[in-house]
Each structure stands twice: as C-alpha cells, then as structure tokens.
C-alpha cells in the first residue's frame, strides 16, 4: 500500500524497477505452480487460495510497472539519454526485456534449488525488500518516494519472517536453526539492512509536505 501511495501521491516508487519485475515474474510462476499444485492434489484449498493470492499481489505489480513506464521513465532511466527524457516506446522495451530475463532466473533458479513449489524462492523475495530499498534510497538522496512508515514496516515484516517460529520453519525443516543456520545468519543481516534504512531515511534530503498539490506519505 506505501508503494502505491507513494507513486500516486509523490510520483516516485520506494522499489528500484528491477525489484517489481523480479516480483512480477516470481509472482505470476508462483500462481501457476500453486494452481497446478491444487490441480494435482484434488483441489487443495490451500493452493487454490494461494495462487489466488499471488494473482492479486501480481495485479499490484501491474499497477507499479504501469506507473514506472507512463510516471516514472525520466527518473528511472532518463540517465542513460542525453536529454535525459525517456519515450514511453523506450520505457516498454526495457520493462518487457526485464520481464523476460527474471522468468527466465525465477525459473532456472526453481531447478537448481530443486525448489518445486518455490518455498525457498518466497523467503529470498523477503531479504530483497529488507535490504534493498534502503540502498535505492540512499543512491537517491532524497526522501521523496521513500518513507519512514513503510520503514518500519519493513523491519517489523523481517523480523517476523526470521523468528524461530516463522512459518517457513513450520512448512519445512530446511528452515529451523538446527537443519540450516544459514537461514537464520542471513536473516541477521537482512534485520540489519531493514534498521539501516530507517536511518538512512532520516539523513536524506527532506521532503516537502505537499507535493503535486497532495499531502506527502510519512
């Protein structure tokens, strides 16, 4: 909900571009491999509901995505153009051509880690958004499309996802301490990242409380 917010409200997304389309990809696979999960396992209500879940989450990607071409293109790649504006024609390529290479990762992935159901992919999709937005931030330098709201959100979800009683480890042992203290180790360092950017929030460049003729998102 920051995310829209944000990119509604102050023009400019919390997310670096590569991470929607990298959710994009995993999303729309993890709807279709709990579909066909539910398929096989006699309707299970379960896999039903969580393909269900990943297509809506997918249509909030749609929305971010559909941002970043027609909202954001100036200031997501304005860099690489001498005049620093960014066709809508342009911003469609390099989104389509960052959809197709993360599911094409999403999936080769999937197979090296002997990952059918994608659980190990999910929890990876948690370090991302813990340690990367406060460094997109930072490269930033302005608090405009960030916000210490959703700081705090994202701390909170990372220490939830690397609790002991997480519900990955109830799903399987891959992730209890004993089996796999790699699990728990990362998790320290993503926890670590999520505080990190609450901080670096604080040192950015303030922004104004009203932007584009809206109240900014705190």
């Known amino acids: 909900m920051y995310s829209f917010a944000l990119v509604i409200k102050e023009r400019s997304a919390p997310y670096p571009i590569w991470m929607h389309t990298f959710y994009f990809a995993h999303d729309s696979m993890g709807a279709?491999?709990?579909?066909?999960?539910?398929?096989?396992?006699?309707?299970?209500?379960?896999?039903?509901?969580?393909?269900?879940?990943?297509?809506?989450?997918?249509?909030?990607?749609?929305?971010?995505?559909?941002?970043?071409?027609?909202?954001?293109?100036?200031?997501?790649?304005?860099?690489?153009?001498?005049?620093?504006?960014?066709?809508?024609?342009?911003?469609w390529i390099k989104v389509v051509s960052q959809l197709c290479i993360m599911i094409g990762v999403v999936n080769l992935f999937r197979v090296?880690?002997?990952?059918?159901?994608?659980?190990?992919?999910?929890?990876?999709?948690?370090?991302?958004?813990?340690?990367?937005?406060?460094?997109?931030?930072?490269?930033?330098?302005?608090?405009?499309?960030?916000?210490?709201?959703?700081?705090i959100v994202i701390i909170l979800g990372t220490i939830n996802s690397f609790l002991p009683t997480n519900m990955w480890a109830l799903v399987s042992p891959m992730f209890r301490f004993n089996e796999?203290?790699?699990?728990?180790?990362?998790?320290?360092?993503?926890?670590?990242?999520?505080?990190?950017?609450?901080?670096?929030y604080d040192r950015l460049a303030k922004k104004p409380q009203r932007l584009f003729g809206r109240k900014t998102v705190w």
């Open 32 to 91: 279709i491999v709990f579909a066909l999960a539910a398929i096989k396992y006699h309707n299970f209500w379960l896999f039903w509901g969580a393909s269900g879940a990943l297509v809506i989450w997918n249509l909030f990607e749609v929305f971010n995505l559909y941002k970043a071409i027609y909202v954001e293109r100036d200031a997501i790649w304005g860099h690489l153009y001498k005049t620093g504006k960014v066709s809508i024609k342009d911003a």
């Open 112 to 151: 090296f880690m002997h990952d059918p159901f994608m659980f190990k992919w999910f929890i990876f999709t948690n370090v991302l958004i813990a340690i990367a937005p406060g460094l997109y931030w930072e490269e930033r330098k302005t608090q405009v499309g960030a916000s210490k709201g959703l700081a």
């Open 180 to 200: 796999n203290p790699w699990f728990y180790i990362l998790g320290a360092v993503a926890i670590l990242y999520s505080v990190r950017a609450y901080f670096v």
